[in-house]
């Protein structure tokens, strides 16, 4: 019987995985690796990290990552920088393929299945989290009510450009106000 509270592996060295059967993981960092986390992409807190899934032989020289991605994290606000909480839930994918090499250059186009990686010799878990994480956070978080303010600024003697101001149809519209005012004044309707 093992231990719950025993540590668990957090990588695996791809030619010590069995070629046969998954290999079953949960990854869990401890409060500093989550702290330090935090601190790398810019978080107020990371309460909670889990990735859970399993490692799997698919083909001779293929292995296929299949996890889900747990976390609660606390993130600023993008207006006011007030903690905004967010969960995430998601799916994570790898396909390792041995012998795949990474394109070379400037400009190297997409592959249909973004998933597939070339083999590496060791799977880290903790790196996987942290950009499965990464990407899966919300860009521009925004506190219940935060709003932008409308900001004016101008030269001295320039009349400043609002929101307003910088909305190409609402000239028009204040045109075809105009146009069916004049055109009810010509047809008498006010008499």
């Known amino acids: 019987m093992t231990d719950p509270a025993a540590p668990r592996p957090t990588r695996f060295r791809t030619g010590g995985l069995s070629p046969r059967k998954p290999t079953r993981f949960n990854y869990r960092p401890d409060?500093?690796?989550?702290?330090?986390?935090?601190?790398d992409l810019g978080l107020i807190a990371l309460h909670r990290l889990e990735l859970t899934g399993e490692i799997r032989p698919a083909g001779r020289d293929e292995l296929v990552l299949e996890a889900?991605?747990?976390a609660v994290v606390d993130q600023a606000c993008s207006v006011t920088l007030a903690p905004v909480p967010a969960q995430v839930s998601e799916p994570v994918r790898r396909r390792y393929v041995a012998g795949l090499e990474s394109p070379d250059?400037?400009?190297?186009?997409?592959?249909?299945?973004?998933?597939?990686?070339?083999?590496?010799?060791?799977?880290?878990?903790?790196e996987i989290a942290a950009e499965a994480l990464a990407l899966a956070l919300p860009?521009?978080?925004?506190?219940?009510?935060?709003?932008?303010?409308?900001?004016l600024h101008a030269a001295e003697g320039v009349t400043p450009l609002t929101d307003a101001d910088l909305?190409?149809?609402?000239?028009?519209?204040?045109?075809?106000?105009?146009?069916a005012a004049q055109g009810k004044a010509e047809s008498g309707e006010d008499e």
């Open 31 to 39: 409060a500093g690796d989550k702290a330090a986390l935090a601190d």
């Open 105 to 126: 250059g400037e400009e190297v186009e997409m592959p249909e299945d973004d998933s597939v990686e070339p083999m590496p010799e060791v799977i880290d878990l903790a």
């Open 68 to 70: 889900t991605l747990t």
């Open 139 to 151: 860009l521009y978080p925004r506190a219940p009510g935060a709003e932008f303010a409308e900001g």
């Open 167 to 179: 909305k190409p149809f609402a000239g028009l519209q204040g045109l075809a106000a105009k146009l």
